[in-house]
């Protein structure tokens, strides 16, 4: 814009809807005199903003940092080689497919110890094959509400999701959205508050599902199809905004299974 950046050093940003407002400030922050973000207490997605701190360490800014604050001082950026991992978010749907139908899966480039928050979904497969299992908290790994609602409603016994509050103000209302394919698909599911969610797993039958134009809703109805024949997206060209080869990619892998 020519005239630089001015104004406060300071920011408080809620992080509710979307961690990238706080990540962009962020990697601005070292070229424009350092920034101070603060973030709300028990801020959801706080861990995507972590992925953020890390890269800026690689590039030599240092980076102080506590779960509401996070100050990034004045520096001149370091050149340096990173690795880039493998997008764990797109990986899950695939690991949640290998769950789904007993087969195998193989994710190259994604470390054992990812920072991602979604890598979560190992946990998530393991908490679910579990009878008996605690409430799964998704507070910070919202992209995977999708994934763990399909996966529940056809793990034995019953399960409650909570920390998806901020999942009702994304690219849907995805607590509802979910709940409704879940219903529509013969699962019993319901909405027990504005923060949780619980699926008791059971068969289930074909349906239209709509996506309301939400990418992770299609991804997670779509892997589901691999086990519940019948089921029909409505809207699932949305999956453009984040694997645009999904449909196709999909399509293999049911004629694999």
């Not at 193989?106 to 979604?118: E, H, R």
Request: hydrophobic share 45%; glycine share 10%.
């Amino acid at each position: 814009l020519g005239g630089g950046v001015k104004g406060a050093r300071t920011l408080r940003v809620d992080i509710a809807r979307s961690s990238q407002y706080a990540s962009a400030l962020l990697l601005l922050a070292p070229r424009i005199g350092g920034l101070t973000v603060e973030l709300p207490e028990g801020a959801s997605s706080r861990a995507y903003v972590r992925i953020t701190e890390r890269v800026l360490g690689m590039f030599g800014v240092g980076v102080e940092a506590s779960e509401t604050r996070i100050h990034v001082p004045p520096a001149e950026p370091e050149a340096t080689t990173i690795h880039v991992e493998a997008d764990a978010s797109a990986a899950a749907c695939w690991r949640a497919a290998a769950a789904l139908t007993g087969g195998e899966v193989t994710i190259p480039g994604l470390a054992t110890d990812s920072a991602q928050p979604d890598a979560a979904i190992a946990d998530v497969l393991r908490a679910l094959a579990q009878p008996e299992r605690a409430p799964l908290d998704l507070r910070d790994c919202s992209d995977l509400v999708f994934l763990a609602g399909v996966l529940a409603a056809v793990a034995e016994g019953e399960t409650r999701i909570c920390g998806v509050a901020h999942t009702r103000r994304k690219e849907s209302d995805r607590v509802q959205v979910l709940v409704r394919g879940l219903q529509a698909l013969g699962a019993d599911a319901s909405i027990e508050a504005d923060d949780s969610l619980r699926v008791r797993g059971g068969p289930l039958r074909g349906a239209r599902i709509d996506c309301a134009g939400d990418h992770r809703a299609a991804i997670a109805f779509g892997v589901l199809g691999l086990r519940v024949p019948g089921i029909v997206l409505g809207g699932a060209e949305c999956v453009r905004k984040s694997q645009p080869s999904f449909l196709e990619d999909l399509a293999r892998a049911a004629r694999s299974a």
